[in-house]
Structures are given as structure tokens and as C-alpha cells.
């Protein structure tokens, strides 16, 4: 669509650009066409675009991928668009993207993201598409150039700082090309960026917990000007320590911190409870019989190994509605790494109760003890279906934030109980087995009650 184009479809919806909606569109066809190239589409895949605005992206998109969806704040533009691309299987949903629920899209499997970003709300709505656990798995998006500076931003550099290591934690963000004012009706005052994200290998940074690096980095960052350590919530000499045991200078400044200098510092300042765990090959757990008495211990890569049969539990978090925190686990484990999971789980110790343990998994996992009661919802006798475990599940409330570790989960969020049950019926294979054992389980003792 070019620029005389655009001005009569402006003319007949009676509709003038928004400066508050940030709204400048795109009219020269050959860069439409480039960015859209740049996310380097197939036919299996689900792209999501958001800021559509009349289809300039979009036009080099329909009909490439297997599904399409179309996010449009603008009433107007959302039924022109619905108009233009309706007979032709894309979806059009008229909303704001920063408040868009993204948990639907985990039934793709992964999504590709793209979109020309107003100025106003591009970091918002990149936090609620790309924050983990997120379906997107790469994304191409076009924002205003002073904002995508920060996103690739190097240390030392004065655009390097908090946007710049919250989204590098998990992506790594490539400057693609700047895009000067000629092609966008009307003319924004500023360039733009075109930049991609693509997932940061997750063995390029020591494994921590998301939680409290954000923290940390933002705690860091709190006072830019001043030496890094009167930003943080130690004294001096503690703070001085952990620098030289880092190899940094005591009069260090957030910005010369490397990204996972941060990450170390992190861990240095608040480690999670399950970072001092042992290598989990060499947990000794009880071996039982089929009537679940202890007959001896062995390390637990022989339990796995000869699927002798031994004890477990799993914990599902409930919120005050009808929602349980899933947890993604580590690609660490041993078993169903990169899997979805319960709230925590684990193997009973030797000596330990299944409600001691639920306690335990919920403390070294996701770092929370329940609020109120632990509830024993259901008994589950050792099978395939279960990995030869013994498994009592339990319920409860998380008194407090969860933070997780990437020793043990990757990230994890609420989700509700009935899409959960449409997630296994769709995509079992995203989910550990047993998992989708203890939740039937409890599911039905559920109805039974009711």
C-alpha cells in the first residue's frame, strides 16, 4: 500500500492517525516486504502480529503460514482488517496488546512474533509477549531506534541498562537495519529499528533464578550515576568482597557488568535454596516393594536406570481462582527436561514423609511455603504411567512470590484448570507423564467429591 493509498483509506474509515496509539504506517512496500522476510516463516508455522495498522506487514504473511493472528487496538482498523483478510483464515482480535492473554498460544506449540511497535507501548508489550515462559520462539519487530538501541546495547555503552539485560537474559536481540521517516505515513520525528530476537542457548549463563536477577539488575541500576556498590542491599565490605571474587574492581559501576557478570552477582547476593543441591545422579532414595515398604537405598540414576519402584510427590499451587502454577522444567533433569510439570515435585527422602517432602520440593523449588494447609488430594500406586513411582499429591496456597532456579525449573505461570485439561488433551507431549497422570488423578477425586 503506498502513501496515496493509505490517505484514501484514511478518507473513507474518517479516521486520522493517533499520536497517542502511536500510530505511523508503513508505505513503501519493499521494506514491508524485507521485515516480514526477516522472520523467516514456513507453512507449519503460527505467527501473531500486533499493531497490524492496514496490513503492510501483513500482505507479505497471509497465506505463507499455517495460522495468523492479528492484534488491533484500534476499532476501525480491526474490522477493516477483518474485512480485507476475513476469507482468507486470518484472525483478527480487537484489543490491547499489553493486555493481551498469551496463555492460549502454548497450544501452538511455539508462536513467531511480529509487529510494528508503537513508540508509546513497545516495551510493555514486549514484556507481555516475550517475559518467561513465553510460546514465542522468534520475533521480528520494528521499534522507535532510540528504544532498539537499548535492546542490543553493549556494556559501557550509555543506552546499556535495565531493558538492556531483562530481555538479553533470555534473548539474544540483533540490530538488523534502521529505517529513516521517508517510508511511514504520517512522517514519525525519529528513526526507526528493525530487531530480532532469537532464544540464548541456556548454556551460556551460569543457571540462576530469574527472579532475583531482576532484582538485583534493577536494584544495580537504581542510581546510575554512583559506584555499584551503594545499590545494593549489603554493606560495603560484603559487597566490596564479592566484587574481588568476581575479578571486579571495588568502585565497579552497573554498566561495565557483562551479562553474566550479572547472573554471578545474583547468585553471589540472594541464592536460591536449591542452588547447593547435589548432582541429582547421586541422591540416594529408598527402593520399595509393591506395597510400598522401604527394602534399601540406591542412587537414583540405578532407580531410573532399572525402574525399581520408589516414592515421589507432586504439588499443585492454586491461586484464589481456578488456576495452578505449571511449572517448566530445567533441561538440567534427568527425566522430561523442557517439559511442562506440576507446581513442584520431587523424590521422598530416605527417612521422610510424602507431606515432609511436598513441603521440601515447594521450598527448594519454587522457593514458597503454603499458605494455610497442604492438602493430600490423592494416592497413586507405582506404574509405567507414574516412572515406578509411589506418588501422593497434594494442594495448596504459595504464601509469598515463587522464585524459581534453572537448576531445577526454567520459569513457570498460572494457568487455568479447564484449559489445562484442553493443553493435554491438544499436546500431551508437552508435559512430563506423570504430570498428566497425577493431574487426571486429582481431577477425578475432585468430581467425585462434588
Known sequence: MNQSELQQQLSRLDLTPSRKLGQSFLVDDNISEWIAAQLQVTSDDCVIEVGPGFGALT????????RLILVEKDGRLAQFLGEKYGDQGVEVIHADATEYDIRPLFLEGSVKFIGNLPYSAGN????????APSPVSHAVIMVQKEVGDRFTAEPGSKNYGVLSLMLQERWRATHLKTIGPTPFFPRPAVDSSIVRFDPRPWDELPMHSPEVYVRTVKQGFAQRRKQLHNNLPVEKGEAVAIFESMGLKPSVRAEELRLEQWVELSNHLDPHPCSALPPVATEMLDVVDGNDVVLEQRARAEIHAEKLLHRAVYVF?????DAIYLQLRSVLKDTHGGKWDSSASGHVDPGESYLECAKRELWEEVWVEPKGEITRV???????????????????????????????????????????????????????????????????????EE
Open 317 to 321: 499451587l492454586r491461586d484464589r481462582g
Open 378 to 448: 490423592a494416592r497413586i500406586e507405582a506404574s509405567e504411567a507414574t516412572d515406578q513411582e509411589f506418588i501422593e499429591v497434594f494442594v495448596a496456597e504459595a504464601k509469598g512470590k515463587i522464585r524459581v532456579h534453572g537448576k531445577e525449573v526454567d520459569s513457570g505461570r498460572y494457568f487455568p484448570i479447564p484449559f489445562i485439561e484442553e493443553w493435554i488433551a491438544k499436546r500431551p507431549q508437552d508435559f512430563a507423564t506423570g504430570f498428566i497422570t497425577c493431574f487426571k488423578s486429582w481431577r477425578e477425586a475432585t468430581e467425585s
Open 59 to 66: 500482505d507479505f504473511l497471509v497465506g505463507k503460514v499455517r
Open 124 to 131: 510493555a508489550i514486549l514484556q507481555r509477549f516475550m517475559d
